[in-house]
């Protein structure tokens, strides 16, 4: 066959072969699983929040009986205290139901690798963190803060903590050297230089909002997002975000803070879905980005908003 | 009839070829024919679909189908058939400039002289010059061509494809639409808006095909089930109405094809015969009109009279 032959010939064949792949697909398409029937109410649900907590409501009303279990055998008690910017020493006691730390663990589990794991954590751990948040609630009315020292107040508490490695499988913790090319201590545990490292956090190198706040270990992406998880459970108008990008350190998680008048030193991002511009705070380190403007990185690049829903 | 007949192609000039570039031509031209009635088929599918949605009505529904089908149809041939030029072949000389053709062939030298011959030698005289004409022909597979119209008949059948995709992979996944539907329904509360009009039918008019009165919300559904897999079935539908375009375009076999060649050829042949034919006419009703001795300054004076009797 000849060359000018075959160009019509294959043509020709070519689209038989594409009606008749449009036929047997027809036919198929329930075997091949090509349709999600479920991702139109999903999609739905997460665009209008009404309708959010109307679908999610088996899931919350399973957390809430989980954190309605006051029975102190299964119930897993914390005290936290650390002193805030504005130099006073705040106190928080809060229970955190076992069943709702399992979930969280449970759930973590099955989220993706990936930064959208960050908004499946966040949605979940909300009914396991109702104690804490009503106890950070009480500390802001009783101490009659302001926006600002109450977002100081919620920050301040997630940093208090020493900062531990949170790896995964892919970067074991003896993989991991500081600075200093030091290794980490081999403590799943908040402690001083030299920091702890929790292996196998699978499935971002995270830990959820509600397992930082019974253990305490948690590196930038786990402090930030607990942080940003608080200030959205609160309710209060705070206007938070994660932010991830990176600095001379590498990829890197902070947590992003909307605010009138910031200071101008400070490293921001803009929401290009919004427009909003969200100022970086890191929550490894003691800094204030809310009124003192503390950049601690001299690189910040790619950085951009994760919107958490 | 021939299938090649549907989308206008005319076998019968090509009767001086070779019967085997006569059979591959007509198989090409059958073959391309069909297609054209397929994508025909599809289109009339799709907007029957269409307008199930819309018009709750298998009458309506096609109705329109039928009717948006022909068009595509006419539309999709009225395109194949206005792109099969003579860009790279030499028989574009004298198809775009006729004058070319009767320079060269000594047919202005029989200016003065058809007229003594009858209709049938002028006709045998106009076939001599376009044997003469076929036996010049050259191809040159390189021609550039006109790149706007080629971009111009691409995105017009682009968009229809990509339109009528929609509808087809409506039929095609329509209960799981309708499930997808079903769930939503499932999730909003009764009094919501799109609960009570889109979603619920109306007692005169029940659902046809898919539980909505929405276009929109069906798309939305079919696209939020399919996800990427959209892409891959947009770009199949897409390829299957590209198909007949590229082979018209790129095949070398329809493009400077025989076919294209002899309807040239038997275009420019009519037209010289014509021509031909014109100046015979021509001739014989001058001669006719001077042998009539009129008298054309016989009105002037007739005016001129009527004027001098109303001064006098």
């Keep these: 066959m000849t060359r000018e032959k075959k160009y019509f010939n294959v043509s020709q064949l070519l689209f038989w072969a594409l009606i008749v792949l449009l036929i047997v697909l027809s036919f198929l398409k329930s075997d091949l699983g090509l349709f999600n029937e479920n991702e139109l109410s999903r999609r739905h649900a997460e665009a209008d929040s009404l309708n959010k907590i109307a679908l999610q409501e088996q899931e919350e009303q399973e957390e809430e009986e989980n954190a309605q279990d006051n029975d102190p055998e299964n119930t897993i008690k914390r005290t936290w205290k650390w002193e805030s910017f504005d130099g006073k020493t705040y106190t928080l006691e809060f229970t955190v139901p076992k069943k709702a730390y399992e979930s969280a663990r449970a759930n973590r589990l099955k989220l993706p690798p990936n930064p959208n794991c960050w908004a499946g954590m966040f949605r979940h751990d909300k009914a396991g963190l109702k104690d804490m948040v009503e106890g950070y609630r009480d500390i802001i009315e009783e101490q009659k803060l302001n926006y600002r020292q109450a977002m100081q107040m919620v920050v301040s508490s997630a940093q208090n903590f020493d900062y531990t490695y949170i790896t995964w499988s892919r970067e074991p913790c003896r993989n991991i050297r500081d600075a200093n090319g030091e290794k980490p201590a081999q403590d799943c545990r908040p402690k001083p230089y030299p920091y702890g490292c929790c292996d196998n956090v699978e499935p971002f190198a995270v830990y959820s909002p509600l397992e930082y706040a019974v253990n305490g270990a948690g590196d930038c992406d786990t402090k930030s997002l607990f942080a940003m998880s608080i200030l959205k459970y609160l309710n209060m108008g705070f206007d938070a975000e994660m932010l991830m990008g990176e600095v001379e350190a590498g990829h890197h998680a902070m947590l992003g803070i909307c605010v009138p008048n910031p200071p101008q030193r400070n490293l921001s991002v803009r929401d290009m879905r919004t427009g909003k511009r969200y100022y970086a705070w890191e929550c490894t380190q003691r800094t204030n980005a809310a009124e003192l403007g503390a950049p601690v990185w001299q690189i910040f690049k790619n950085w951009e908003v994760v919107p958490i829903r | ?312």
């Design chain 2, 1 to 312: 009839m021939r299938l090649s007949d549907q989308i206008g192609i005319d076998s019968d000039i090509m009767q001086k070829l070779p019967a085997d570039v006569v059979k591959r031509q007509i198989f090409i031209y059958n073959g391309i024919s069909l297609m054209l009635l397929v994508i025909g088929l599809i289109s009339a599918v799709s907007a029957t679909v269409y307008s199930l949605i819309l018009f709750h009505s298998w009458l309506v529904a096609l109705g329109v189908g039928i009717f948006i089908g022909a068009v595509v149809f006419n539309l999709y041939r009225l395109f194949l058939m206005t792109g099969l030029d003579l860009k790279g072949s030499t028989l574009e000389h004298y198809h775009i400039k006729h004058e070319n053709h009767y320079r060269e062939h000594n047919l202005y030298a029989l200016d003065g002289k058809v007229y003594q011959h009858a209709d049938e030698v002028l006709k045998g005289w106009a076939v001599t010059a376009k044997d003469k004409l076929r036996s010049k022909i050259s191809i040159n597979p390189a021609a550039p061509r006109n790149l706007f119209t080629i971009f111009v008949r691409v995105f017009v059948m682009a968009l229809l494809a990509v339109i009528f995709a929609n509808g087809l992979e409506i039929l095609m996944f329509s209960q799981q639409i309708n499930m997808a539907l079903s769930d939503l329904k499932q999730v909003l509360p009764p009094e919501d808006w799109t609960y009570k009009y889109i979603l619920t039918p109306d007692p005169d008019e029940p659902f046809i095909l898919i539980n909505a009165n929405s276009l929109l919300l069906t798309f939305d559904a079919l696209a939020s089930g399919l996800g990427k897999w959209k892409l891959w079935m947009d770009i199949m539908v897409l390829a299957i109405y590209m198909i007949p375009l590229m082979v018209i375009y790129r095949s070398m076999e329809v493009r400077h094809g025989a076919y294209v060649q002899e309807l040239a050829l038997h275009e420019i042949n009519k037209t010289t015969y014509h021509y031909l034919i014109t100046q015979k006419y021509c001739h014989v009703i001058d001669t006719e009109i001077k042998a009539m001795k009129l008298q054309f300054s016989k009105y002037g004076n007739h005016t001129n009279n009527i004027a001098e009797t109303t001064s006098a």
